[in-house]
């Protein structure tokens, strides 16, 4: 069950320029949208960023070269079937899709961007794919924004998509985005899968080192177990439809901050939605002498197994908050230490906080959604990291993955 506001958006604005086909193609299970294509108009930008697990899908692979060399005007996204630790032959197969769709749309086959997610080691049943090309062409529409975010779906309960408009000079821009996930949640330089389209006009190498910079302040700050996966990718994608709005732009911060909270909102309902949740848990860590130290010590305590069961259990056993700051790798001033769960503080200069009792630990933790506070007394760097609880159903859901 997803903890908290996992609502969707009022209104999913469209986004001019993209167009989405879903379709049942049967990869994995009967009766469930599974293959999704996106049709990007000529003129737009593009960027990704892909994950840095080392045995990165085949699908990664061929994104990878493809993108460096042209620029997209289609993604192929399948769910069921992760394509992953399958040798050449899931290479052979990623481009074996991507030729037949880029056939269909009169494309070169280096402008189709694959995509996978499901079972790792297991062979791509690129025929069914291939077999649901024309229905999904023929569902092409800007207004399938919902239909998409329940087609990459694996373990998910809930569809995440985010949606906002920015009024700069008179001139409506418009961000729409949807993800995905639920387990093997840790990533390293993207999302699970996820992807955003703006109308705005935007370079191609800023949006580049817009959407590095947009992850590393969401997704990259999610965990819900720890494990990276082989095929997280985000795709970020500006159509130029509303005008431009370049970064000398006085009211280009506005712009900047509707996007991030997009993506923010995009990675935390896949933390909301983490397998067998029950809690979602913000780890703010304040005072540190730069983010990456505070980074360090929020993933500590936001990766423990010992942490994340307290939470589960609502059990206010702070000992293991402090244990996991203390083996985060920094050096530390024990005095000057401070830890709070939202409002009450537990921890104040390394030891009991005056005035705590186990009855406000106990009734604070029993919150679907609390906040660690942290601070470490170093400088004044900050960083926040979002994870959940760790259940019973956790390990039911993946011991059963594949069943």
Not at 228 to 233: A, G, I, K, L, R
Request: include cysteine; hydrophobic fraction near 40%; glycine fraction near 8%.
């Amino acid at each position: 069950m997803a903890v908290g506001d996992i609502s969707i958006p009022q209104t999913i604005y469209p986004i001019f320029g993209v167009k989405i086909g879903t379709t049942k193609a049967h990869v994995r299970y009967a009766d469930r949208r599974d293959l999704v294509v996106f049709e990007i108009a000529k003129g737009a930008s593009v960027a990704a960023v892909t994950t840095q697990n080392q045995f990165c899908a085949a699908p990664v692979k061929v994104l990878r070269k493809h993108i460096a060399n042209t620029v997209p005007t289609h993604l192929l996204i399948n769910t069921g079937n992760a394509n992953a630790a399958t040798g050449a032959d899931g290479v052979e197969r990623a481009l074996a899709t991507c030729d037949a769709l880029a056939n269909k749309a009169g494309v070169s086959i280096e402008q189709i961007l694959p995509y996978s997610t499901g079972v790792i080691g297991e062979t791509l049943p690129s025929d069914k794919i291939i077999l649901g090309l024309d229905s999904a062409l023929a569902d092409l529409s800007e207004n399938n924004w919902l239909d998409a975010a329940h087609g990459i779906c694996t373990t998910d309960t809930i569809p995440k998509i985010a949606s906002e408009k920015v009024s700069i000079d008179g001139v409506d821009y418009h961000i729409t985005g949807i993800s995905k996930g639920a387990g093997m949640i840790r990533p390293n330089m993207a999302t699970m899968l996820g992807f955003v389209a703006t109308d705005a006009k935007i370079d191609q190498a800023v949006l580049q080192s817009m959407l590095i910079k947009l992850t590393n302040a969401s997704f990259n700050r999610i965990t819900i177990d720890g494990d990276t996966s082989t095929n997280d990718c985000c795709t970020l994608i500006a159509t130029g439809a509303a005008g431009e709005i370049g970064e000398s732009h006085p009211q280009f911060g506005e712009f900047y901050t509707a996007l991030e909270r997009v993506f923010v909102r995009l990675a935390t309902l896949i933390v909301r939605d983490g397998e067998g949740a029950t809690k979602f848990i913000t780890v703010k860590v304040t005072g540190g002498k730069d983010t990456n130290e505070c980074a360090d010590v929020a993933y500590a305590v936001a990766h423990s197994p010992l942490v994340k069961t307290a939470f589960f259990a609502s059990d206010p056993n702070w000992g293991r908050i402090l244990a996991a700051v203390g083996y985060a790798g920094i050096e530390l001033d024990q005095s000057r230490v401070n830890v709070a769960l939202d409002e009450v503080s537990i921890c104040e200069r390394g030891g009991l906080a005056d005035g705590y009792t186990e009855a406000c630990g106990s009734e604070v933790m029993k919150r679907p959604e609390i906040t660690v506070h942290i601070e470490l007394g170093r400088g004044d760097a900050t960083d926040t990291v979002y994870t959940c609880d760790l259940s019973y159903d956790y390990v039911k859901i993946n011991a059963d993955y594949r069943s």
